[in-house]
């Protein structure tokens, strides 16, 4: 799991300067898993073959394979839209996801805990702890129930976290898209610590 960020002491005005100049790019993380794809359409021509050919012979074996067949296509298939579909967006802006409608600010995470894929082939498992007092933007406004579900990421209201699952990323492992999360959070939250330096003081 990941441990609390702590500094041992406050950031310099340099420091937080030099800490918000990353993380100004937008990134759009696909899923991976190609291979999964490609092996899941051979097995499923593997299983449709000899169900072709014993159509004649035997219909009942014959049917069991086409739909075995038909059954790993569709899955396949699946797989193979969901890597076409934005997986993570990080932005100066915030974290965005499928199911949300706008980023969700960097100031709006207290910390994020990783629950698997900090090494390389073990699948991502991400929590994001969000603040108590800030509503995620859902796409499904009628959702009230305490947990809300879209493919790859779970929101669980009651808690105010997001759990993040996938197995594999597109073009980098999954121990650097954590570091480039963490790299994104607390660029985002150095440059709203700087923006309220610029903020005159209330007496």
Not at 62 to 77: D, K, P, S, Y
Request: charged share 15%.
């Amino acid at each position: 799991m990941h441990d609390d960020v702590s500094q041992d002491h406050d950031p310099s005005q340099a420091e937080l300067l030099e800490m918000a100049a990353q993380g100004r790019e937008t990134l759009t993380i696909y899923e991976g898993g190609g291979f999964s794809s490609a092996l899941l359409w051979i097995l499923a021509l593997l299983c449709a073959l000899p169900g072709v050919a014993m159509l004649r012979s035997n219909i009942v074996f014959a049917l069991v394979f086409i739909a075995m067949a038909a059954a790993l296509g569709m899955l396949a298939r699946g797989l193979g839209r969901r890597r076409k579909l934005p997986f993570l967006t990080l932005s100066a802006q915030g974290l965005q996801y499928s199911a949300v409608t706008q980023p969700i600010p960097w100031t709006a995470i207290e910390n994020y805990r990783v629950g698997a894929g900090s090494h390389r082939g073990e699948n991502l498992i991400l929590f994001v702890d969000l603040s108590s007092d800030y509503d995620v933007p859902l796409k499904d406004a009628r959702s009230v129930s305490a947990w809300h579900s879209v493919g790859r990421s779970w929101y669980n209201a009651k808690q105010d976290w997001i759990i993040f699952k996938v197995p594999s990323v597109q073009g980098m492992t999954n121990p650097q898209l954590i570091e480039l999360f963490s790299t994104y959070w607390q660029a985002g939250l150095a440059h709203a610590r700087l923006e309220q330096m610029k903020q005159p003081l209330v007496s």
